[in-house]
């Protein structure tokens, strides 16, 4: 069963550009989150997806949104980047993330760097 | 504003001994607690535990959540080398998704 992919690996962005990130769960799974872990603030949840809606959102500015599609992929954009958005961001998926039996399972991440 | 605190922030052992890992929480509408370990890459899922599953055992470790006293613990059993690294707890419920602690850092020495 393929794992978790996560679209680009690594990126470069400069201040006030925008920046797309995407996300393919693994085969089932409809529940797609995502995180952003940084040294100073650890990791952080930013939102999940379950059935192309939005269940959750963490406490981030509206610069950050994201949405899912039918197939369950989902994809996160943060418009006008700032320094501060410099991090490795995560996505995870899962087939309910909502039992006890369920498990969730990491991408590799994408690196972003904002000059 | 939800809360939760992992303690120790730190912890050294010999591979063997039997550690034991808190969390705590302060969180509205609990829905569940996550435990997560993270080496240098991405965090691994270990087990989510919900008021209908307080109990989670896999292997040397095991978690138990505690919802009087609004905690859980992880254990990890003789320990191995391959047990380090940096483990988070985290706690679903409320407006703000998921919350996570800071992280215990478990280094096991040879």
């Known amino acids: 069963k393929a794992g978790v992919t996560q679209t680009p690996r690594y990126l470069i962005k400069t201040r006030g550009q925008q920046v797309t990130l995407s996300c393919s769960p693994i085969?089932?799974?409809?529940?797609v989150s995502w995180y952003q872990q940084t040294p100073g603030q650890g990791l952080q949840f930013l939102f999940e997806y379950f059935s192309e809606t939005q269940r959750n959102k963490g406490n981030f500015p509206g610069r950050f949104s994201g949405r899912q599609f039918s197939n369950s992929r989902s994809e996160m954009n943060v418009s006008t980047l700032e320094l501060g958005d410099s991090a490795l961001y995560l996505c995870?998926?899962?087939?309910?993330?909502?039992?006890?039996?369920?498990?969730?399972?990491f991408g590799p991440g994408t690196r972003l760097t904002v000059l | 504003e939800d809360k939760v605190v992992q303690s120790p922030l730190s912890l050294v052992v010999h591979e063997g001994d039997t550690v034991t890992l808190n969390c705590s929480y302060e969180v509205t509408n609990f829905r569940s607690l996550l435990w997560y370990k993270q080496e240098k890459k991405a965090p691994t899922f270990l087990f989510m535990l919900?008021?209908?599953?307080i109990e989670k055992k896999s292997g040397r470790l095991s978690s138990i959540l505690d919802k009087k006293e609004l905690s859980s613990i992880l254990n990890i059993t003789a320990t191995q080398t391959g047990d380090s690294a940096i483990y988070l707890c985290a706690v679903g419920g409320g407006a703000d998704g998921l919350t996570f602690g800071k992280g215990t850092h478990l280094i096991i020495q040879p």
């Open positions: 919900t008021s209908s599953g």
């Open positions: 995870a998926s899962s087939f309910l993330l909502r039992t006890s039996t369920d498990t969730q399972y």
């Open positions: 085969s089932g799974h409809r529940s």
